[in-house]
Structures are given as structure tokens and as C-alpha cells.
């Protein structure tokens, strides 16, 4: 609700500022950003992340101007990109991409009008568009889960493990987890996909604890999948699941780790904040005499409860 | 005609078996043998129990989607509405935690039922005022309601309050006499549904104005009337698998409900409601949702199929049942 009140008023902001154009000129650096709309947790995250962001970009630099658009679907973010430059002349464009082949082209277009361009999150499939890419490390999410639930299994054990969605992202980090687990003792027992739904991960982990008499972990691969995974083994009364993980870094998650939860005391950032990281680099570009080409590649180290306050976002909705 | 064929076979049948109403719970049958050969574990109480209890929210929303797709009509917007019900329903009950504690749990549920019974009032009369296709309509209420519970969670989740949680889980976890409340609130669902669709003039009508609208409409039946109350029913049993949904996760989120309406209309369809109207299956639609979960279930507990493919082989084998239902007939 604050989200679209925020964006309503800042498109009516922007409209007036349009109108007094010829006599604000204060603000004249004109910087885009384009996000997926919040249609699932971590999205509804970077939309509140980024209108954080923006707001707190324009009270520390006069001379800077951010208009937000979010976007339905691949499709609809290539119309909102025409859009943007059509009726302005863009500084910088923070964009997010839907999906990485379609959006190749429409923002080569944005670029070619000589507008800086900031990748987020998912790649181009053309890197030399982008000016500075900015993007979680997903390899990193899965690998050190691994290791740590490695260590603390004596690498020795039996787990299972819940996919997301068919994506990258996905493959991306089951990859980092399974290398790891490869160079140990501890057996995969089951792996399948549950879509980064927390009813299908709760089903899904029903039937894994139907399935298996012994389990001793389970690596969920993202934090809205463990709750519902958490909800199963609380239902089945079993005693041999030791550890429960996630990642993301979602803040009810978040909280458990602060509490020091035995079951889940650990997670692994890929903060959807990622999105406020690259709107103030790029916004340093234009403001600070600091250069910023190049790819940034935010880390992702353990969340544990000495520094989970550093990850903690209580009005953010993820 | 249906409507006419088949009071004629229950009249001259009286107790005899009719195989083609037995067809669904026959592939079921079939299923859960190749099941217990598959995996020892399948035939186990807890994992029967579970998929028995998870089938519930399918099962109750499908028992409204007989009555809707027996009526001619046809609703894709249950999974949203189910979404924005249980949004609604969490909210209001947060929001009266405070003064009256866990009544208010009762009082989330009253405002659940009338939400669910509005949202299907609406759909229903779009389509019999509005005179459009029901394809369309709830085309665009599944838009306008997934649209609405994302709106309501800023594209997050909607939490139920924590001490409300507690008294409140029960409903999904707890059993009666040994069997989980979901199936008790399934039953009477279905029993409610069996009365009216095969014993009231209601339910005659629903089946006449599914299958012949002109000819039920000379016969004095309000056919607009008729499907109206078929999706105000439709919202009804929304709200009601809403009220067994909030207690298993304790959260409503954009991703709730998706895509159920397709495991819904596939119930029906299986069970031996015919898609273009005229005749309802109460009992064959639970078999049906039985059907769809014990597949899930079986492709997790078997290692014989590759996670990539789960999906390809769950529609072969609803495909396979299907045939072999119709010719059982």
C-alpha cells in the first residue's frame, strides 16, 4: 500500500516537476529505474528497497532526480524503457531485468541515446552494453551453506535439498551446493523442484519425510520455501532433522537467526537491496568525482547472530 | 436431456452399480495399488493422512466448481479469490486479535464466508447480467484478485498474529476421533454438495441449465438465476478451504493459491462432470482431487523419474485415467 502511494506520489511529483521544468533547475540529473513489479517476496523487497533508496537519494542530492517504474513482465519493461527515453533525457538507467535475452535489445537502444546503463541482478546477454553490473553471487549462496552445514555435520550425513523455479538463479546455486557436497561423505538423498512456493515446499517436504526414515539436514535454497518446509517437520513430531536452511535472507528468517534457533541459525544473503547498492553507485558516478565502470559483485557471507542485525529490515516486506 | 436420462437410470438402477460413476475411483484405485508397489511407505497412515488433508482445499473448492461447471459456467478465478479470501481473512482477524483475542477467529471466518460468497456473487452476475462468457469474466476477476492480495502483502506475505497462530493451527493439524479436521470440514462439504446437486429442485435445475439453457428456460427455469447461485456456491467453498488454508502456513502471499484453478477444473473434469455443462459429479470430483495429489505424491516417493519431468509424467498419467474412464463407460 505505502509502495504505491509512494510511487503515485512520486509520478505526480515528477509531473509537476515536468511542469515547472523550465524554472527548477535544480534537478537535472535524470536517473530511470526499472524493476520488476512485486509480484513474489523478493521482488516485493527490491520495490521497497529501491523507493527507500530513492527517497533518500533526493534528500541528500538536490541536483538528482529518480523516476521509478515497475514493470508486469518482460514485455511491459521494453514499453516502460521506450517510455522513459521518449519523454526525457535520461542521465543513467538502473535497470532490473525480467528476463536477459529480451531485454538485450531495448536497453542497447537506451544505451545508444548516450545514457549510462546499471545491470542489476540478472545479466544481459550482451555484457558490453552495461556501464557497471551489480548482482548477488547465487554460486557463493550454495556454496557456503554447504560448507558450513558440511562442518557442522562432520561431513557425514544424509540431506535433501528443495529446487526453485527452472532458472539460473537456481542452477546457479545448487551448483555452489553441490560441488561442495561432492567432496564430502554426505549423501543427497532427494532433490526436487518446489518453485519458491511455501505450499510446495510444505508438501514437498512431507513427502521427503514420508519417503525417508533418516534425514539429517535439509537445505531449502531460499527462506519463503523453508517456512513452509519448517511448518512439515514441525507436523511430523521428527527428531533426526538437525539442520534447516535457506537463503535470501528474508527477515522472518532474519529473526529466527537473532534468536538463535537450533534448528535454522544461519542463512545466506541475496539481499534484495542489491537494488539500493546499484542507485548509489550510480548515483556516485554523477554526483562524486568517483568513477564506477565495472562489475560489482556483493558477497554472500553468512548471516549468523552476530550480524544478522546488519541484514535486518523490519518494514521491508521480505 | 441429460437431466431427463439420468433420473431415469437412478429410477429403473436402484441399488445396481453404474460403472461409469465408479470410473474415477477405480483409476484411484489403481493409482494407490501401483503406489504401494512403488514405495513401502506409501501405504503408511502419516503419508496417507497427509495427502488426504492436503487434498482438502482442492476437494471443497472443486465441490463449488461441480456446481458452477454443471451450471454451464465455468470459473478460473478460484486460486486468486482463494489468495485474496485468506488476505482479507488474516487481516481482519489481526486487526480484532487485540479486543477479543481468539474469538476473533470466528469472527475472521463469518467475514471469510460473506467475502467468498461476494466474490462469486460478482463473478456471477457479470456473466448472467453482463451476458459474457464465463471464460472471460473470471479471467478477469483471477487478474483483479491476485492483483488485490499482492497490493494488500506490498508483494510480501500477510502473517497471522502469533498468539492467534497457536489456538488457531488445530483447525489444519488437529483430527477428531483419529481423522484430521480438514477431512471432517471435507465431508460435510461434500455431503452438503451431494444433497443439493442429486436431491433438491436446485440441483436439477443447475444440471437442466447446463445442459439445455432454452429448454430449462421453457420449462420455467431462471437459468440466469440458476448460475448466479452457482458461483455465489463457488465462492462459498472458496472461503471455506480458505478457513483450512490460514492455519497451515499462517500466511497469505501473492503465490498463494496459483494455479489451483487448473488442479480444480482438472478435478471436476476427472470425476466426470462433463466441461460443457449439464452434468455434475459431487463424488466423482473428490476422487478426482484424491487423484491429483496422490500422483504429486507418488512422483516424490518413487526414483524412478527425473525432477525435470515430474510434470510431463503427472499429465500422461491424468491423460491415461481419463481414457480408461471413458471407456469403462
Known sequence: MKT????????????????????????????????????????????????????????????????????????????????????????????????????????????????????????????????????????????????????QLGGEGKIVVLRGIPTVIDDERIQGFTEVIDGTNIEILDIQYANWNQDEAFTLMQDYLAKHPQIDAVWA?????????????????????????????????????????????????????????????????????????????????????????????????? | MTTVEMTQTRSRDGWQIRWSDLGPWIALAVIVLVGALINSNFLTSANLGNVITRSAFVAIIAIGATFVIASGGLDLSVGSMMAFVTGVMILVMNSLAPTYGASAIFMGAGVALIVGALCGLLNGLVVTIGKIEPFIVTLGTMGIFRALITWMSDGGSIPIDRDLRAAYRPVYFGSFLGVPIPIWITVAVVLVGAFLLYRTKFGRRVQAAGANPEVARFSGVSVAGVRTMAFVLQGVCVAIAAICYVPR????????????????????????????GGRGRIWGTIAGALIIETIANLMVLSDMVSEYLVAAVQGVIIIIAMLAHRFLR
Open chain 1, 4 to 151: 504505491i502511494m509512494k510511487t503515485l506520489l512520486t509520478t505526480g511529483a515528477a509531473l509537476a516537476a515536468l511542469t515547472a521544468a523550465a524554472s527548477a533547475q535544480e534537478r537535472d540529473i535524470v536517473i530511470a529505474v526499472s524493476i520488476p513489479a512485486a509480484t513474489h517476496g523478493w521482488t516485493g523487497g527490491v520495490v521497497y528497497h529501491a523507493t527507500e533508496a530513492e527517497r533518500q537519494i533526493e534528500e541528500a542530492f538536490p541536483n538528482v532526480d529518480i523516476v521509478l517504474s515497475t514493470a508486469q513482465s518482460a514485455s511491459a519493461q521494453a514499453s516502460a524503457l521506450e517510455d522513459l527515453t521518449s519523454t526525457r533525457d535520461l542521465a543513467a538507467l538502473v535497470i532490473l531485468p525480467f528476463t536477459s535475452e529480451e531485454l538485450t535489445g531495448p536497453v542497447e537502444n537506451v544505451r545508444d541515446t548516450g545514457t549510462f546503463i546499471t545491470v542489476v541482478d540478472r545479466g544481459l546477454a550482451d555484457d558490453s552494453i552495461q556501464d557497471l553490473y551489480v548482482a548477488g553471487d547465487n554460486i557463493a549462496v550454495g556454496h557456503n551453506t554447504a560448507e558450513w552445514l558440511s562442518e
Open chain 1, 221 to 318: 535454497n531460499d527462506d519463503d520455501m523453508l517456512l513452509g518446509v519448517l511448518e512439515a517437520v514441525e507436523q511430523s513430531g521428527r527428531e533426526d532433522i538437525r539442520y534447516a536452511l535457506g537463503g535470501n535472507g528474508m527477515k522472518q528468517v532474519i529473526e529466527m537467526v537473532m534468536e538463535e534457533n537450533a534448528m535454522t541459525p544461519i542463512s545466506t544473503p541475496y539481499p534484495p537491496s542489491m537494488i539500493a547498492t546499484a542507485m548509489y553507485m550510480t548515483v556516485a558516478q554523477f554526483t562524486g568525482q568517483a568513477p564506477m565502470r565495472g562489475s560489482f559483485l556483493l558477497d554472500a557471507p553468512l548471516i549468523t547472530p552476530e550480524n544478522a542485525e546488519q541484514f535486518y529490515f523490519p518494514d521491508s516486506p521480505f
Open chain 2, 249 to 276: 502456513l499462517g500466511a497469505a502471499t501473492p503465490t498463494t493459491g496459483q494455479l489451483w484453478e487448473l488442479q480444480v477444473i482438472t478435478a471436476v473434469v476427472i470425476g466426470g462432470t462433463m466441461l460443457r
